[in-house]
Nanobody, 123 residues
Framework: VQLQASGGGLVQAGGSLRLSCAASGRSSSIYPVGWFRQAPGKEREFVAA????????YYADSVKGRFTISRDIARNTVYLQMNSLKPEDTAVYYCAAVKYGSTYSRPDQYDYWGQGTQVTVSS
């Protein structure tokens, strides 16, 4: 399974960005996908996750109400719509896929990772 993250950039506080995670490879369309982020000097932290059917969506408290995760099965792509961005959202954002499991908030649960995409929010 290969994951390709894109859509990062520089935006002012209060602005929006949409990240994309395109998946390819065997069975990639049925794996839950999560987004994580890592700021300089900090640990990688959970942002959001979506199950393969999109029935289940999960968010970190810090992004609830501002970020929305969604999945386009036909395109095998997961999106992270980020609104009302804050400077503290600045980080490298990674998407990841997990083969098995019912919880999705720990990085060590994930089996496949994409390269990161930088998000910078200026104040």
């Amino acid at each position: 399974v290969q994951l390709q993250a894109s859509g990062g950039g520089l935006v002012q506080a209060g602005g929006s960005l949409r990240l994309s995670c395109a998946a390819s490879g065997r069975s990639s369309s049925i794996y839950p996908v999560g987004w994580f982020r890592q700021a300089p000097g900090k640990e990688r932290e959970f942002v959001a996750a979506v199950t393969w059917s999109s029935v289940g969506t999960y968010y970190a408290d810090s992004v609830k109400g501002r970020f929305t995760i969604s999945r386009d099965i036909a395109r095998n792509t997961v999106y992270l719509q980020m609104n009302s961005l804050k400077p503290e959202d600045t980080a490298v954002y990674y998407c990841a896929a997990v083969k098995y499991g019912s919880t999705y908030s720990r990085p060590d649960q994930y089996d496949y990772w994409g390269q990161g995409t930088q998000v910078t929010v200026s104040s």
